[in-house]
């Protein structure tokens, strides 16, 4: 590690790479709520065409894939709102056209060569600069600072459209606004993962944080952690197996997302076994049930029969006997 | 609460519908504070339209229409109509719990920048504990029972402080338990001075609850009364038939137009 640590271009890959860890999740959130998953693939294909705009003119690549990345993201939204059922088609139009049109244009240009447009598509250690961290840096900032304000809006406008509208929430410009920072991700990204592969750093840890997280403040922090580990772990894994960056980040999210699906499939496998529900009744329990209502650990029980009964989920857990020692069950280690 | 006596809501002779299409025309209606209106209807007779359209979100093309005292364009305080929608738009595609989904209803009543409040969490919890779900209320939603469900988007509604709240079929495919605790919670609502629009099939369910009924077929009116009135209404236009209003009102449709490779539909009685 301090090996790698002692090389320059390492130690800016390390930050790249930490910066679209962040990036990356936050956003993928939102487009995971809103079944917009493949959204940033989308959005992946026109920024190469911003790219070669880049390497064409003697611009910064990362400036001109920016905006290209971000009047695409404006187009898909505006596309969508308009609700046009020929709305996927010009999307699929867009999205091939820009990649296309990259390809194109990165092949004419005598200043770059074949491997040029793999490091662009899927990732490459060696690429970042010093004046391109800078940039990178200030943009996950952006985002970073956008979605924390704005976390609850936008979730309430992902969550259910209709009623965000009819409580005279401005849905169409929050979504305007995450289609930006979906483009800013992108791009912020592309270094290092991959214009090809930036779509399953904002996905892929997302699908993991919803198997460890109970709500969906936590499990924002949980995707972060996720995006960290696999964009940290893949470049460093990258760098000592010699593979290219973006494949490598995206094997150890996958990894650790199969991973963490088996063992919460065993562990909610135990917690079932070890605890009961009690018999269904029809009535809820409340302050106007009539059962007597005591206290439990963290918890409120209610007294049905003798039993103790406490809200779990959509049911009720029995939580053994009262006042009744020679019956009193042991405590179940996975009720709450 | 209101401040003023104007009707909630005060329709005259409005339309809605959808960019080329009028659904609902003509339409009279007027509701005051303390009242629960249920609105019956079969399917496709437009009641969604019009409380969408009371809502915002299906276009008026004509007539006139004051919610509060004021023309609808000219609200701004939208959470004062709360609107409960169907169940199926509490999207399940990311873990949220009871209390994340209520707060959203205090979202209008903030600037973007401002984060929630001790105000915002008091009333939170206060709407959750009112539709009898505080024990839930750091549950996931996608946990809990559809009619557990239809309380959390009711109690977002209350999260809202509105004068009136606007439900859409609040107890369809609901199973008995809740339906039980639904209408309990319609109940108390209604006890409280609570003003609400319901949508629905099952009057049964809320019989207890409602004040006043209208019917709507066709894109109409065509019945405004008190239960009691509604009980003779039915009496009066199908005899022998059952209780419930979509047994008599079967809209005419034309005979669906299928090509070569269309399956046989099923034609609606």
Not at chain 1, 14 to 37: D, H, K, N
Not at chain 1, 190 to 195: E, F, P
Not at chain 1, 228 to 257: D, H, K, N, Q
Request: negative net charge; hydrophobic residues 45%.
């Amino acid at each position: 590690m301090s090996e790698m640590l002692a090389l320059d271009f390492m130690r800016q890959a390390f930050v790249a790479a930490l910066l679209a860890g962040i990036a990356a999740p936050l956003v993928g959130t939102f487009l995971v709520q809103r079944r917009m998953s493949l959204i940033g693939d989308g959005m992946g294909h026109v920024a190469l065409a911003g790219v070669a705009v880049g390497i064409l003119t003697g611009s910064q690549p990362v400036l001109t894939a920016l905006v290209a990345a971000v009047l695409a993201g404006v187009a898909i939204e505006l596309i969508r709102a308009s609700g046009r059922t020929s709305g996927d088609v010009a999307l699929a139009v867009m999205f091939y056209g820009g990649i296309a049109l990259g390809v194109v244009l990165i092949a004419r240009s005598s200043a770059s060569n074949p491997s040029n447009l793999t490091a662009y598509l899927f990732g490459a250690i060696l690429t970042t600069s010093g004046g391109d961290l800078a940039l990178l840096a200030a943009l996950t900032v952006v985002v970073l600072v956008v979605t924390t304000v704005l976390r609850q809006r936008f979730f309430a406008v992902a969550n259910d459209e209709e009623y965000a509208r009819s409580a005279g929430l401005p849905v169409l410009a929050y979504n305007l606004v995450l289609a930006v920072l979906t483009a800013v991700t992108v791009v912020v990204s592309m270094r290092i993962v991959g214009l090809l592969l930036i779509s399953a750093l904002m996905i892929v840890p997302n699908a993991t944080a919803q198997l460890l997280a109970r709500s969906f403040g936590a499990s924002v922090r949980w995707a972060v952690l996720v995006g960290v580990v696999s964009s940290v772990g893949g470049v460093a894994v990258s760098y000592e197996a010699g593979t290219p960056s973006g494949g490598t980040i995206v094997l150890i999210a996958i990894g650790l997302f199969l991973t963490v699906t088996v063992v919460t499939g065993l562990v909610g496998r135990a917690r079932r076994a070890a605890h009961r529900r009690a018999e269904r009744h029809d009535h809820e329990h409340g302050p106007r049930c009539g059962h007597d209502a005591v206290e439990h650990d963290d918890h409120v029980d209610y007294l049905h029969d003798g039993h103790r009964h406490a809200a779990h989920e959509g049911h009720y857990d029995e939580h053994g006997h009262h006042h009744a020692p020679e019956h009193d069950r042991p405590q179940e280690a996975g009720t709450r | 609460m209101p401040v003023s006596d104007a009707p909630l809501i005060d329709l005259r002779s409005a339309a809605f519908g959808y960019a080329d299409r009028t659904v609902v025309s003509g339409v009279d209606l007027t509701v005051r504070a303390g009242e629960v209106v249920a609105l019956l209807g079969p399917n496709g007779s437009g009641k969604s339209t019009l409380v969408r359209g009371l809502l915002g979100l299906t276009e008026q093309q004509g007539g006139e229409v004051r919610l509060l005292g004021v023309p609808r364009a000219e609200l701004h305080d939208h959470t004062r109509i709360g609107y409960v929608p169907q169940r199926h738009s509490l999207s399940a595609t990311v873990r949220a719990t009871v209390a994340e989904i209520v707060a959203v209803g205090r979202l209008p009543h903030r600037p973007w920048w401002k984060p929630a409040g001790r105000t915002d969490r008091d009333v939170v919890a206060a709407s959750i504990a009112a539709v009898g779900l505080a024990d839930r209320a750091d549950e996931e939603v996608a946990s809990l029972s559809g009619g557990q469900q239809r309380r959390v988007l009711i109690a977002r509604a209350l999260a809202g402080h509105p004068d009136l709240l606007v439900m859409d079929e609040p107890t369809a495919g609901v199973d008995r338990a809740s339906q039980d605790a639904l209408a309990a919670t319609l109940r108390d609502l209604a006890a409280d001075g609570t003003s609400m629009l319901i949508v629905t099939h099952e009057l049964d369910a809320l019989r207890d609850v409602v004040s006043r009924i209208v019917c709507m077929d066709d894109g109409h009116l065509d019945f405004d009364g008190t239960p009691p009135q509604y009980a003779a209404h039915l009496a009066a236009h199908a005899p022998g038939a059952g209780h419930h209003h979509d047994d008599h009102h079967h809209p005419t449709r034309p005979a669906p137009v299928g090509g070569p490779f269309d399956a046989p539909r099923e034609v609606h009685p």
